[in-house]
């Protein structure tokens, strides 16, 4: 009976989930639209909180608010069933194309549907920024911390380390102030649960042994727990999202298969062919729902020599595997985190936190400028840019939904 009162929760989540386009990018303002202005399930400051969060973490970051957002208003139950809901399209999608990835000989109606959903999702990101830049940049050292993690942010995108290391960065700066300090005393020691944090070590460990035996003694299906271990790894310490587990793709299936050291030690590696692993990175671009569902794509590329029974378990091994780390660890530490922010530390880090995850925002919004062709200046470029600024002004000044939204996208991308 408790779950029932929350169906209406799980309608608005999977609508989201169907509609959520343009990546974790655009995910932010999406949310901010669907879950705060629309709905009022949470409020600007803990979304903008819990995003702050799971930058810190390593995995699925727009996944992890989304659970979150689910934690908060039924607990566990409702934070596993959004996250379902969440990833289940996406993957299915994504497992989908590995098995008719074959028949996919013409690409320009798909690249004519989807080729406004990029500018679309810059809309997005420039809403989300500039209401984030409201609430959280209010003084000089949170718009200094700001402009430095957008500079550093746009010149090592790609790094995996660069999100971490501003926010401690960040976080450090603003304790510095002798100003907002919280009422400690109703502060009370807090009993943590270990089995979330327990869970991730043993799965870690016991993935870890299945995979190395199974590769020294040439277990049959060793390929399956290959694979399983590769991607919960790939989970456990990917940061920065799918612009950095797509280069730990390419480095682990290949250019370590053909490695001389690999072909003598383990000359059955898993091996997929760079042009099908780009391909499948680029079409989860232009689905709804989580970049990290790639992982189902691949999963299935590789297993397909395997039989289509091993392909579609490479599928469901490879979605499980890349998104259990980050539902494992963002449960467990963030009942912790909700603790310790009531410190001194902890609540000054914050401001700084903040404005970094708004330095980030803006910086995400210039990268992805680059991929509209502003130099050789064209009719698409124009329509574009237009996408971009109708998509903002739509969202600042209009109650239209965002799935309307993007369903115009594509419609202008279908006709022009």
């Known amino acids: 009976m408790t779950l029932l009162r929350h169906i209406s929760f799980l309608k608005v989540v999977l609508l989201y989930t169907l509609t959520a386009f343009g990546g974790p990018q655009g995910h932010l303002g999406m949310m901010l639209k669907t879950f705060v202005n629309k709905r009022r399930y949470i409020s600007e400051e803990e979304l903008y909180e819990y995003n702050s969060f799971c930058q810190l973490l390593p995995g699925a970051s727009s996944t992890q608010v989304l659970t979150l957002i689910g934690y908060k208003r039924g607990g566990i139950v409702l934070a596993v069933l959004t996250l379902i809901i969440w990833i289940l399209p996406a993957c299915i999608l994504m497992g989908a194309l590995s098995f008719l990835l074959t028949y996919f000989t013409d690409k320009n109606l798909t690249e004519s549907l989807f ?46 380390w660069v999100f971490p290391l501003l926010i401690i960065g960040g976080g450090i700066a603003t304790n510095f102030s002798s100003k907002r300090i919280p009422d400690r005393e109703n502060i009370k020691p807090r009993q943590i649960r270990w089995t979330n944090i327990w869970l991730f070590v043993v799965i870690f460990i016991i993935a870890g042994i299945l995979s190395e035996t199974a590769r020294k003694q040439d277990w049959p299906n060793r390929k399956a727990y290959n694979l399983f271990e590769n ?54 671009r232009a689905i709804p729902g ?62 700084g936190i903040n404005a970094v995850v708004v330095g980030v925002m803006w910086a995400a919004t210039l990268y992805l400028l680059h991929g509209i062709p502003l130099k050789d200046f064209n009719s698409t470029s124009i329509v574009s840019l237009l996408v ?28 022009f």
């Open 115 to 160: 080729r406004f959903i990029q500018p679309m999702a810059i809309g997005f990101l420039l809403y989300a920024a500039i209401k984030a830049f409201s609430v959280s940049v209010k003084n000089v050292i949170t718009q200094v911390i700001m402009l430095l993690s957008m500079i550093v942010t746009y010149l090592l995108f790609k790094t995996p």
């Open 231 to 284: 991607f919960y790894r790939f989970g456990s310490f990917v940061f920065g999202g799918g612009d950095v587990l797509l280069p730990m793709m390419l480095d682990q299936y290949v250019a370590r298969p053909v490695a001389p050291k690999i072909i003598v030690k383990n000359p059955n590696a898993i091996k997929i062919d760079k042009t099908d692993l780009l391909t499948g990175y680029g079409m989860v």
């Open 290 to 351: 989580p970049v990290f569902s790639v992982a189902s794509f691949a999963g299935g590329m590789a297993l397909q020599k395997e039989g289509y029974r091993m392909q579609l378990l490479g599928c469901v091994l490879g979605s499980i595997a890349i998104f259990l780390p980050s539902a494992l660890l963002v449960l467990f530490f963030f009942p912790v985190w909700q603790y310790l922010k009531k410190f001194v530390v902890v609540y000054r880090a914050l401001e």
């Open 388 to 415: 971009i600024a109708g998509t903002f002004l739509l969202l600042r000044y209009t109650r239209l939904p965002a799935p309307l939204i993007v369903l115009s996208c594509l419609f202008f991308g279908w006709i």
